[in-house]
């Protein structure tokens, strides 16, 4: 083990990083080093970027690797070497993509929505889609007002098959019918136990079932 190495890996050990990120940063630097030919100590600025250049362009590492690397050279030269530079610029850490998250279409989501077997859960799914639906248009109208009240034109939008109010206006529906059958359906439950209870009780007593509502002198 080289001195430097010893050194980087004692100053890793003193600010407690976890093993796994030790393990990382010793091998950033010894690809670095062995990309070169030399020991970093020997190497500057000029030769970092170069390095990650190699990295971006040549070996088409995404952006995330790239940062690992970053790190490590980074605590090298910081750290261990205590290089006096500016480092957001001599070690310029790479943007990460922001991906967008999937959204389905109206059409997908009822299909998925009928999909689900079980009454209950397919209602409360579907009351809350139409809940997050119907925000998220009021959310869309809001931004293209402020942008028209700006002065900023609106981009032009493809136009769904089914428009979003539409399919929130539909969902919100089966929600209300899954809903109503249930309620429907409980009711009736709750009817043939008190017929039967009521039947029950005449069978012991000979009471009638509407003697209840019977005036007595």
């Known amino acids: ?20 990120t030790q393990t990382c940063y010793v091998q950033q ?21 170069a390095y990650q250049v190699h990295l971006t362009n040549e070996k088409k590492l995404a952006p995330g690797s790239v940062l690992i690397a970053v790190a490590a050279l980074r605590f090298l030269y910081k750290v261990s070497l205590k290089k006096n530079w500016s480092f957001e610029d001599v070690i310029p850490a790479p ?7 999937v959204v389905l279409s ?29 925000l998220r248009s009021h959310s869309l109208e809001a931004h293209r007002y402020r942008q028209s009240a700006h002065g900023h034109p609106c981009r032009p939008r493809q136009r769904p098959e089914r428009s979003l109010p539409d399919a929130v206006a539909q969902i919100a529906g089966d929600a209300s019918q899954l809903l109503s059958g249930r309620a429907a359906q409980r009711l009736a439950v709750r009817g043939r136990c008190e017929r039967s209870a009521n039947q029950q009780k005449f069978r012991r007593t000979g009471v009638p079932e509407d003697s209840a509502t019977l005036w007595h002198p």
């Open 1 to 20: 083990m080289t001195s430097l190495r010893q050194r980087m890996t004692e100053d890793m050990q003193v600010r407690n990083l976890a093993l796994n």
């Open 29 to 49: 630097v010894s690809l670095f080093a062995r990309h070169f030919n030399k020991s970093p100590e020997l190497l500057g600025p000029e030769d970092i970027r």
């Open 95 to 101: 943007k990460k993509p922001q991906k967008l998250p």
């Open 106 to 134: 109206p059409e997908e989501i009822l299909h998925f929505l009928s999909c689900v077997g079980n009454t209950r859960h397919r209602a409360i799914l579907t009351t809350c889609y139409a809940r997050a639906a119907h």
